[in-house]
C-alpha cells in the first residue's frame, strides 16, 4: 500500500453544490504544500447529485478517493471510514460545506510538526443561528471541558488534524465525533486548539438542529465511562454496590436489634422497606459489575486489544 503524507477525510450528505468549489479550493492550498495528498470523500447516502460527483473528480484527478455508502449512517460512521482506508501519516477532517476553510490546513500542519498528535479548529467567531445552535453548543463544550479533562472551546468544529496512528487506534460510535480528542486522551495524545475561520454554509441546508445537543450530552457519558471505568467496571458498579449493600444492610441490623433488645414492633417501619431495597439493590449492583467486568475482559481478549499504546521500539537491528 502506497503511503502518503497526507489525508483530508470529508463526510458529504447531500452537498452536491458545494464540493465543486470545495475541490478547487481544497487544490489550490493542497499543491502548494509540497506534500504528497489524498482526498477522501465520503458518501454518507447522499440523495442528490454528490456520488456522479465525487466519480468523475476520482477519474480525473488520482489523488481524489472516493467511498459510497449504503445509506445514511450519519457523519462519525463517514469519518471513521475515511480513517480506516486513509493512507496518510496526518489524517485531517472537515465538512463539505465550505464552513471550514481550506486555508487553514498549512496552520494545523505547523501545530502538528511542533510535536501535538491532534490540532482541533477553534470557531471564535462562528456563523451559525446563536439561539438554535451556538448557544446550546457553548454550553454543551463547557460540560463536555469539565466532565473529560480534555480542555477545548469548540469540540464541535470538524477541522482537525490528527496523527494517524492514534485517528486509527480510537473506538467511537453514534455521534462522538466530537469527542475524538477526549477518546484519544488515554493514549498519551498531546492536544491542542487554534482558532480557525468559519463561514456561513454557502449552498443547502444543516442537517442538524437542536436536538443534536441532547444526543451530545447523552454520547457524553458514554465517553465518561470509556475515558475512566472502561477496564474496571466492577470498580464503578461493584463499589457503588457495596455502599448501597451496607447502608441497607445496617439499616436493617438496626431494627432487627430494636425488635430483639427492646422489643419494638418494626414491620411498619418505613427504614424496613428502605433497607431491604438497599441490601437488594446493593447485590444486583455487583453482579451487574462483574457481567460488565467479563464482558470488558472478553472484548479485549476476543479483539488482541491492548490496554497500552506503545508510541515507538528502539532497537539495533541485527
Ligand atoms: N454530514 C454527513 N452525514 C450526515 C449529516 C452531515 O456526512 O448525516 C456531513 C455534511 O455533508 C457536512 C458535515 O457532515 O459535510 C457537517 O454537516 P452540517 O454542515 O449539516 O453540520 P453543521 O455545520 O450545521 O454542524
Ligand atoms: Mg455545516
Redesign the pocket.
Known amino acids: 500500500m502506497k503511503k502518503v503524507d497526507l489525508s483530508i477525510v470529508?463526510?458529504?450528505?447531500n452537498?452536491e453544490e458545494n464540493l465543486p468549489i470545495l475541490y478547487e479550493k481544497l487544490k489550490s492550498v493542497l499543491d502548494k504544500l509540497g506534500k504528497s495528498y489524498e482526498i477522501i470523500f465520503v458518501n454518507?447516502g447522499s440523495t442528490d447529485k454528490s456520488w456522479e460527483i465525487i466519480k468523475q473528480l476520482s477519474e480525473k484527478d488520482p489523488t481524489v478517493v472516493g467511498v459510497n455508502f449504503r445509506r445514511?449512517y450519519?457523519?462519525t460512521a463517514?469519518m471513521s471510514a475515511g480513517f480506516d482506508i486513509a493512507r496518510g501519516d496526518i489524517i485531517i477532517t472537515m465538512?463539505?460545506?465550505l464552513?471550514n476553510d481550506p486555508e487553514d490546513i498549512p496552520k494545523l500542519l505547523e501545530k502538528v510538526n511542533e510535536g501535538y498528535d491532534i490540532v482541533s479548529g477553534w470557531r471564535k467567531n462562528r456563523k451559525?443561528a446563536f439561539i438554535s445552535r451556538t448557544l446550546p453548543s457553548r454550553i454543551a463544550n463547557w460540560l463536555i471541558s469539565k466532565v473529560t479533562g480534555v480542555h477545548l472551546h469548540d469540540y464541535?468544529c470538524?477541522l482537525k488534524a490528527y496523527k494517524a496512528d492514534i485517528a486509527k487506534k480510537l473506538d467511537y460510535y453514534g455521534e462522538m465525533h466530537r469527542f475524538l480528542p477526549a477518546l484519544a486522551k488515554p493514549y498519551g495524545a498531546k492536544i491542542t486548539e487554534i482558532v480557525v475561520k468559519h463561514h456561513p454554509?454557502l449552498y443547502g441546508k444543516?442537517?442538524?438542529g437542536i436536538s443534536r445537543t441532547f444526543k451530545v450530552i447523552l454520547d457524553l457519558f458514554l465517553v465518561k465511562f470509556l475515558l475512566d471505568y472502561r477496564t474496571k467496571p466492577l470498580r464503578v458498579f461493584g463499589g457503588t454496590g457495596l455502599v448501597l449493600f451496607f447502608i441497607g444492610f445496617f439499616s436493617l441490623l438496626y431494627l432487627v436489634s430494636l425488635k430483639l433488645f427492646l422489643g419494638h414492633d418494626i414491620g411498619n417501619r418505613p427504614l424496613l422497606i428502605f433497607g431491604t431495597l438497599l441490601v437488594l439493590s446493593g447485590i444486583q449492583l455487583i453482579s451487574t459489575g462483574i457481567v460488565a467486568e467479563l464482558i470488558t475482559r472478553t472484548y479485549y481478549e476476543s479483539q488482541n486489544k491492548r490496554p497500552y499504546f506503545i508510541k515507538e521500539v528502539v532497537r539495533k537491528q541485527d
Open positions: 470529508i463526510p458529504v450528505y452537498e454518507d445514511n450519519g457523519q463517514a465538512d463539505a460545506d464552513q451559525d464541535g470538524s454554509r444543516s442537517k442538524y
